[in-house]
């Protein structure tokens, strides 16, 4: 029997995948906390062989203000909602004394130099591919200047997740034309379809996908759509700590049952979380992912699961070495 997978990603993006829901000065303890977070998930990754993909919004590879400015590139989107427009944030804000939170090279080099981790793309600007008023035209443009950035990191981006899991399977020959050859698409469940309407009963179940035991999570690697770029299915939303303890034991408990189910079935489980979730009780938070990834040596020990990052997972599917 084919053996199981665990396939970790994260959306990697700091204050630029917030900062149409915040008002950023209120979060400055958040942000604190999620950049002192982020090297503790490394380590952990580290000292357990866990391989993860971290899609990284590409802003978060300049320097500072200078280097953004430089950075634009000469097609924008032009959202019908201009509050969603991330340059016109940034241009806001680029005298608001609190940098760290819009750029992170040092975390990416970081990352880089960490055994087993993969660095692929948030897109450049957290780009919403379903949005009103963008254009496949301004897609494009986003996605070159994310590979050019990475370029100069001596990063080959091979793996993109959709900002806002917003899976637009009509630009993925823009996205194949990038290089890239593998994109994280949606569950198969209704309250996940990016397309449909952002409704009271829509949230209601994914925020009870964590806790009550709706649908199948894992799947069998033979039954992935591919495309123009393979797309590998998430499996489970990794959701931040709640203030009842209760409530996280049984979301902790639904993901480690699944886990050892995906295992003992040959399946592939894929998990994903934003760093920044771990902005809210960090020392939990990092408590429960140790107790994920015990139940994943676990199962590796038991039933021979393996650890791959987005691109190992679609070159194992595929027989590419």
């Known amino acids: 029997m084919k053996k199981g997978t665990l396939v970790i990603s994260l959306d990697f993006e700091l204050v630029w ?10 979060k400055v303890s958040y ?11 490394i380590n952990v990754f580290e000292r357990n062989n866990i391989q993860a993909t971290w899609a990284t919004v590409g802003m978060l590879f300049n320097e500072n203000w200078e280097e ?8 924008l989107p032009t959202y019908d909602k201009i509050e969603l427009n991330s340059y016109e944030y940034g241009k806001k804000n680029q005298k608001s004394g609190l940098d760290k939170f819009f ?21 450049y600007s957290h780009y919403y591919c379903l949005e009103k008023g963008q254009t496949e035209a301004q897609f494009d443009a986003d996605i070159i200047q994310a590979v050019k950035v990475a370029q100069n990191f001596d990063i080959e981006l091979k793996s993109l997740v959709f900002p806002r899991n917003q899976f637009n399977i009509d630009y993925l020959e823009i996205v194949s034309d990038g290089g890239i050859e593998s994109v994280r698409s949606n569950p198969n469940t209704w309250y996940w379809d990016s397309t449909a ?3 009271l009963a829509l949230k209601l179940a994914r925020s009870g996908d964590a806790y009550l035991p709706f649908g199948k999570k894992s799947y069998l690697a033979h039954g992935l759509t591919l495309e123009k770029v393979f797309c590998q299915q998430a499996s489970r939303f990794l959701r931040p700590q709640n203030k ?10 639904r ?8 295992a003992k079935n040959g ?34 020990t038991t039933y021979g699961m393996e650890s791959l990052t987005m691109k190992q997972f679609r070159d194992s599917c595929l027989g590419d070495s």
């Open 17 to 26: 995948g917030l900062f149409d829901h915040i008002e950023i000065r209120d």
């Open 31 to 41: 942000f604190n906390n999620t950049l002192e977070a982020i090297p503790q998930i």
């Open 68 to 75: 953004w400015h430089s950075n634009i590139p000469n097609i």
């Open 103 to 123: 750029f992170a090279p040092h975390l990416i080099k970081l990352i880089q130099r960490a055994k087993g981790q993969e660095i692929g793309t948030h897109t």
């Open 197 to 199: 309407q952002e409704t």
């Open 244 to 253: 009842f303890e209760l409530l996280n034991n049984t979301r902790l408990n």
């Open 255 to 262: 993901i480690k049952k699944e886990i050892i189910k995906a």
């Open 267 to 300: 399946e592939v489980y894929h998990l994903w979380w934003h760093p920044h979730n771990f902005g809210l009780d960090t020392p939990g938070a990092i408590k429960a992912l140790n107790a994920i990834i015990a139940t994943f040596n676990y199962c590796n």
